[in-house]
């Protein structure tokens, strides 16, 4: 198993600078004994152009099965184990990057006690791995690496054999990694990401290596397109483990976005779809669920109020159905986090055209607001106090009268199958209030009552036969014949009656 990693450089900017951050003198090879083998550290080249380290691991396979036994496994090596051994001495896999942090430690953590105003320095790198596992194939491997901030990425699948190229392709490719990174960057983008292109079943997964997932993953992890399959591969798929890192993983998003001590656990991966390789949070199934409610209403232009930092946009952008999307928030930072993840800046003005991002609060009207074919609330509601709920009625269904209303708010009664929240406790610090199904029920009704619309419930996630599921949708549709209210009065906001078009409570239209 063998990588190497190189930097270029220049008299001012020596390339060898590369032995102090890796801590290892270019002028010497040297050995380390790891728990599979010996590591080899070495310097090809070393010139202040040019500088070259190199790792090779020699895996000891008696090393190898004997700590495979110790460890527990009934004593017997499993089936797979007689392949993992054959192909371990020369191809890179997770051995590797149990290597590269043993004997990289300080590079990876970003320490450098000799010179350690290097560590944050961005420099030309480039990394090689001459045969690296790659289950997913070249496609996954751009996928992978691509967000990392690599200026190319080449995945050159290796043949069977070099002489009988009929034989087709294995399951290696050569990789090549190039851009400009910080050293510490690039190799805890390694440490994660070779395991999940070995995916192979063989490690032992303690409970200690969610800490090791998102100490490495710190700063790319919670923002990476595939976080949800890095995790649950890393992880070895083991569900418990993945489902712990996904919903820490949410609170660090969460935490970047709003800069707010957060304790969101809402995207916890929902245990209804046991798809083995990439669990769905149910932040992407309530995006689903109302991406698919917006397309029966047969909506084009749609208002996100609330959006947040811009998922839902982003996933309506995609959909050329959507003629307008406008992305309303109280929050500028949110706002700011969304510009960024739809790259506004950059893009072009056909799509830029379609879409707004603006400041407004929901607790006011605004006739921007008005004409609409559909709005969605999602996740919203339980961020105002309830006070100030009347006034978000009346803005929504009194001013801006969208024909379709899509109100989506936890199920409270779903909290108790939360594994890791503590009970009594909402699932997130600016949740001021969390409803049950009734009660949501009882709220959307008398809305949709006094302000002419009928309404639906959908349940979003696993609709558990005791709790109900984890969110509760609301579908309201403007009733046909019936004029907008117009003016506010007390009157019809605190009582309202129920208009015979609107169907009963819990009952669905
Ligand atoms: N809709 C997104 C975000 C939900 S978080 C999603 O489903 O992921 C709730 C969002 O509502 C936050 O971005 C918060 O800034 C916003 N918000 C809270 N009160 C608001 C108000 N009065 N007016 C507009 N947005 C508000």
Known sequence: MFLTISTTGSPERPATDLGFLLHKHPGKAQSFSTSHGTAHVFYPEATAERCTAGLLLEVDPVALVRRGQGKGRGGTPDAALAQYVNDRPYAASSLLAVALSGV??????????????????????????????????????????????????????VPLDETFPGWGDSRYVRLVLEGELRLSDALRGLYVLLPVLDDAKHYWIA???????????????????????????????????????????????????????????????????????KPVPLAARRREAILAALRDAGAARVLDLGCGQGQLVQALLADPAYTEIVGVDVSVRALNVAAKRLRLERMGERQSSRVRLTQGSLAYTDKRLVGYDAA?????????????????????????????????????????????????HVRHGDHRFEWTRAEFRAWAGQVASRHG??????????????????????????????QATGTRTTDTLATGTRTTDTPKEGEAA
Request: with cysteine.
């Open 207 to 277: 409970s200690d290596e969610v800490d090791k997932l998102l100490r490495a993953g710190e700063g790319w992890l919670a923002e990476h397109p595939e976080s949800g399959l890095i995790t649950s591969r890393y992880l070895a798929r083991h569900k418990r483990l993945t489902q712990n890192a996904l919903e820490r993983l949410e609170l660090v998003r969460l935490a970047e976005a709003d800069g707010s001590e957060v304790e969101e656990i809402d995207n916890a991966v929902d245990e209804s779809r046991d798809t083995e390789e």
């Open 376 to 424: 969605v609330l999602s996740e919203v509601i339980e961020h105002l106090d309830p006070e100030r709920l009347p006034a978000l009625e009346y803005a929504v269904f009194g001013s801006a009268r969208p024909r379709t209303v899509l109100v989506t708010t936890p199920n409270v009664e779903y909290n108790v199958r939360w594994e890791t929240l503590p009970a009594g």
């Open 104 to 157: 990289f430690r300080s590079a990876l953590a970003g320490q450098c006690t000799a010179r350690p105003e290097l560590t944050d320095e961005v420099r030309p790198l480039r990394i090689e791995i001459p045969a690296l596992p790659a289950r997913g194939g070249a496609d996954l491997v751009h996928r992978l690496f691509g967000p990392l901030g690599w200026e190319s990425v080449t995945a050159t699948p």
């Open 453 to 482: 619309y009928t309404v639906a419930y959908v349940p979003v996630g696993d609709d558990d036969p005791e709790v109900g599921p984890p969110t509760q949708m609301a579908v309201f549709t403007q009733a046909t014949g019936t």
